[in-house]
């Protein structure tokens, strides 16, 4: 009877259901992440394994370590830096230093600035003249013309004042004079044509400028801006003699 026991028993083993139980590995840490009112941060908790587990085993419960994550301005690892309650160091974020408003800007701005050609009047006018005549030309544009512009978040008024005008007279000749010329009879600006023919006149005009930062004083822009004028054509003629009667 010996067999049959033996044989019932062995099914038994057989049958009974088996349990496998994964080794865990060592402990991973316990990730968590935050914001907080200086930027994002980030903590690590190293879990503790259990009591008789393996080595290093120790009671008590797990202690949180010093952040893993330290986003924000580059001050982290100062030295003592303090902790809040929950073990997290804020880092204040990164320390930019302003922009500083330079004269290099300054000249930019007024160099972009969209100042007009001054314009040009010619006397005789429509366009014709005589040779050898004293052909008059002078300019109304010499107002100083003012704007305001924001620079690196600075309020900065530029001036720009017609300071020297170049004047082509379209055969070659030209000249320059800070005088802005004069209407007849004050002729202060005046060409003589030696030749008949067909000319391009034209006036070029060269701005200083000065600015000030909101209100500041005022300060001399290093440089000028010169403007080139349109050309107006103009014809000389030879004057014809005629008799009226004497």
């Given at each position: 009877?010996?067999?049959?026991?033996?044989?019932?028993?062995?099914?038994?083993?057989?049958?009974?259901?088996?349990?496998?139980?994964?080794?865990?590995?060592?402990?991973?840490?316990?990730?968590?992440?935050?914001?907080?009112?200086?930027?994002?941060?980030?903590?690590?908790?190293?879990?503790?394994?259990?009591?008789?587990?393996?080595?290093?085993?120790?009671?008590?419960?797990?202690?949180?370590?010093?952040?893993?994550?330290?986003?924000?301005?580059?001050?982290?690892?100062?030295?003592?830096?303090?902790?809040?309650?929950?073990?997290?160091?804020?880092?204040?974020?990164?320390?930019?230093?302003?922009?500083?408003?330079?004269?290099?800007?300054?000249?930019?701005?007024?160099?972009?600035?969209?100042?007009?050609?001054?314009?040009?009047?010619?006397?005789?006018?429509?366009?014709?003249?005589?040779?050898?005549?004293?052909?008059?030309?002078?300019?109304?544009?010499?107002?100083?013309?003012?704007?305001?512009?924001?620079?690196?978040?600075?309020?900065?008024?530029?001036?720009?004042?017609?300071?020297?005008?170049?004047?082509?007279?379209?055969?070659?000749?030209?000249?320059?004079?800070?005088?802005?010329?004069?209407?007849y009879p004050d002729l202060t600006i005046t060409h003589h044509y030696q030749r008949?023919?067909?000319?391009?006149?034209?006036?070029?005009?060269?701005?200083?400028?000065?600015?000030?930062?909101?209100?500041?004083?005022?300060?001399?822009?290093?440089?000028?801006?010169?403007?080139?004028?349109?050309?107006?054509?103009?014809?000389?003629?030879?004057?014809?003699?005629?008799?009226?009667?004497?």
């Open positions: 009877m010996r067999c049959p026991l033996m044989l019932a028993s062995m099914i038994v083993l057989m049958c009974w259901p088996l349990q496998v139980v994964a080794d865990p590995g060592p402990p991973q840490p316990d990730v968590t992440t935050g914001a907080g009112r200086n930027g994002f941060w980030g903590t690590a908790q190293q879990q503790k394994p259990p009591s008789g587990s393996g080595a290093n085993a120790s009671s008590g419960s797990a202690t949180r370590g010093t952040p893993e994550i330290r986003l924000g301005n580059a001050t982290c690892g100062e030295p003592n830096q303090a902790a809040d309650a929950a073990g997290v160091i804020y880092c204040p974020g990164p320390t930019t230093e302003p922009e500083v408003l330079t004269v290099a800007d300054i000249q930019r701005a007024f160099a972009e600035l969209p100042l007009p050609a001054s314009t040009l009047v010619i006397q005789p006018p429509d366009g014709l003249t005589l040779v050898n005549f004293a052909t008059n030309f002078y300019t109304t544009s010499t107002s100083t013309i003012s704007t305001t512009v924001s620079l690196l978040g600075q309020e900065v008024t530029l001036e720009a004042t017609p300071a020297t005008f170049h004047w082509y007279f379209g055969d070659g000749e030209s000249t320059s004079t800070r005088k802005p010329g004069a209407p008949k023919g067909d000319y391009l006149p034209s006036l070029t005009t060269t701005y200083t400028g000065r600015y000030k930062i909101a209100d500041g004083p005022w300060h001399t822009i290093p440089g000028t801006v010169t403007i080139d004028g349109t050309t107006q054509p103009l014809r000389a003629i030879e004057a014809q003699p005629k008799l009226v009667g004497y």
